[in-house]
């Protein structure tokens, strides 16, 4: 049985469909990933999935119940990251996963029995009793994932869970994530960080529009959608040397700005090339799945 | 776990259906953790909170009751500081009730989203809404205790009678926090609450008999005050008291109580309205 099995999925507001269609289905044990850019419907999708709000249509159905109509019991065998952090404030880190712990109806000795284990996961083992005010942005984060794992979940929600954290913050975030797995928890996250994404998914979502543009394997995406390798041209002159030489050498180009993104599949004849030309510099990388997101969701700013 | 009442996405038509805001609240003991939480926040603070809480009120029912007592005959039969003392008690609970359904409900809902990570939990709007209800009536009981205590500590009153006031102030404190919930759940900021209070709260107050007898007032505003819950709280309180069973005890439990019975649901489904659109 899938931990969570989306189909037709449709949520309006007003006249505007915020989601319009969208199915997936996910594994047990793998990692998920939903990607869009600002207002694509990813934090809606959750909601919809959470039975936090009423879909237009659609059929969800979460560690094997309905929902909307079971969601109280499904959210019971799921756990949450929101995008926000919302610990509370006037209790210690112990305090907080205590609390959380009642809401799901669970014996006070279990939840207490539970509490080191996850303050070790999230490297918060010797901070038991310090008050949330005095945690950083990355230990409260890291928190807030402990505190979502209090009730055992089969499926773990996150919504970005890195937004906001330093470099060293989120690979800590990342680490604990790659472990859940293996642990039997499967995972179900939103992002807009193309490298997130590909670190920690197995398989993803881009949603753009409400709707679910390419579905897959980050490297079948790459493969399927993109040529594999790009050449990235800068210079003031980028933009006049794409538009005649660009087509000749690349099977696809896209200008932005003073940038020429040019995707070849073989690289050495454009290389050779370019390495004539004054005034412009070049870098020669892999094609990733960051292309493939630019490619299909385009480069307009997204508010 | 789950109260099995099933809601379809559409009907048997393929017609969406609309979320149902005026659905009748689902009342049940999930509310118990929320109120444990609200508890063990408090217990944090529970001195200062209590003693605030007291203070004020204190300093009125003394100060007016010993100062303007004394150029006063008997208030309503009675020395005007007694007469004042039952008001104070149901002014008091009032406001205690009132203040946590506006302000800390509203921290808890929309500053710290206390309620956004709950409701990602087993738990749902009727749990909290119920939660949030019933901890604002428990602390506003706790507050009218401790009013009735100097009261009983000074010797105002000293009949057993006054031991009626206990559920009395848990009811006042009931249909407060639904009024105060409602305004919670419709309020954009903090500062909407102050229309709350210079618009009903106050002159509320001034009307129900806590500082001088309704009878003072013109007859249109007397009316008006037949409608105000605080009124009716007085009325009760003022003469279990001083030692006697109140007239139509009957009429003023049925509108505190309809207050509450018409305020909760309608909270409920402003929440529903506002976090679960």
């Known amino acids: ?303 | 776990m789950s109260s099995g009442k099933i809601h379809p996405t559409r009907d048997a038509g393929g017609a969406p259906v609309r979320e149902d805001s005026f659905r009748f609240p689902r009342l049940s003991l999930r509310f118990v953790p929320v109120w444990r939480r609200n508890f063990l926040v408090w217990r944090k603070l529970a001195i200062p909170s209590i003693l605030g809480n007291l203070a004020d009120p204190m300093i009125y029912m003394l100060g007016l009751g010993y100062g303007l007592g004394r150029l006063l005959p008997e208030v309503g039969g009675a020395s005007y500081i007694v007469f004042l003392s039952a008001g104070t008690v149901c002014f008091s609970t009032m406001n205690a009730a009132t203040f946590e359904a506006l302000y800390s409900a509203f921290s808890r809902m929309q500053v710290q989203r206390t309620w956004d990570a709950i409701l990602n939990t087993p738990l749902a709007l009727d749990d909290l809404v119920l939660a949030e209800l019933i901890w604002a009536a428990s602390k506003s009981f706790l507050s009218g205790i401790a009013i009735l205590a100097v009261i009983w500590a000074l010797g105002l009153s000293s009949s057993a009678l006054s031991l009626w006031v206990l559920p009395l102030i848990f009811l006042v404190g009931l249909a407060f926090a639904g009024l105060g919930l409602m305004v919670t759940t419709l309020a954009p900021s903090y500062d909407f609450f102050m229309y709350y209070f210079t618009l009903f709260i106050t002159p509320m107050t001034l009307l129900s008999g806590v500082f001088f007898p309704i009878e003072q007032l013109p007859a249109a505003f007397q009316a008006l005050a037949q409608v105000l819950p605080l009124a009716h709280a007085v009325e009760l309180a003022r003469p279990l008291l001083l030692g006697h069973a109140p007239d139509a005890v009957f009429v003023h439990v049925a509108v505190l109580a309809g207050y509450l019975v018409v305020a909760y649901p309608v909270a409920l489904a402003l929440a529903r309205r506002r976090l679960l659109q």
């Open chain 1, 1 to 303: 049985m899938a931990p969570l099995r989306v189909a037709g999925l449709r949520k309006r507001y007003g006249a505007h469909d915020v989601i319009a269609g969208i199915g997936f289905e996910l594994a047990r044990g793998e990692c998920f990933g939903l990607l869009g850019p600002n207002g694509a419907g990813k934090t809606t999708t959750l909601r919809c999935v959470l039975g936090l709000t009423q879909p237009l249509a659609g059929e969800i159905t979460l560690a094997g119940l309905p929902v909307p109509q079971q969601a109280r019991a499904a959210r019971a065998r799921v756990g949450v990251v929101p995008q926000t952090d919302n610990l509370d404030p006037d209790f210690s880190v112990a305090e907080n996963l205590l609390v959380y712990g009642r809401y799901f109806g669970l014996p006070e000795r279990t939840i207490r029995s539970r509490i080191p284990e996850l303050l070790e996961f999230a490297g918060l083992g010797a901070r038991a009793q310090t008050s949330i005010r005095e945690l950083s942005g990355g230990m409260k984060r890291r928190l807030t994932l402990a505190r979502a794992l209090i009730n055992e979940p089969e499926l773990l929600v996150l919504d970005e869970p890195t937004t906001g954290l330093d470099p060293q913050a989120r690979h800590l975030i990342w680490e604990r994530l790659k472990g859940l797995p293996q642990r039997g928890v499967t995972v179900l996250l939103t992002t807009h960080f193309m490298d997130e994404a590909e670190r920690l998914c197995h398989r993803l979502a881009i949603l753009d529009g409400g709707r679910i543009v390419a579905q897959g394997a980050p490297h079948e995406l790459i493969e399927a959608h993109i040529e594999p390798q790009v050449v990235e041209v800068y210079g003031e002159n980028a933009a006049n040397w794409a538009g005649t030489h660009a087509a000749g050498y690349a099977a696809r180009f896209e200008v932005s700005g003073e940038t020429a993104y040019c995707y070849v599949s073989q690289a050495e004849p454009l290389l050779a090339h370019l390495t004539r030309q004054v005034g412009l510099r070049y870098l020669h990388r892999p094609a990733n799945l960051e292309d493939v997101f630019l490619k299909l969701t385009g480069r307009e700013l997204r508010e």
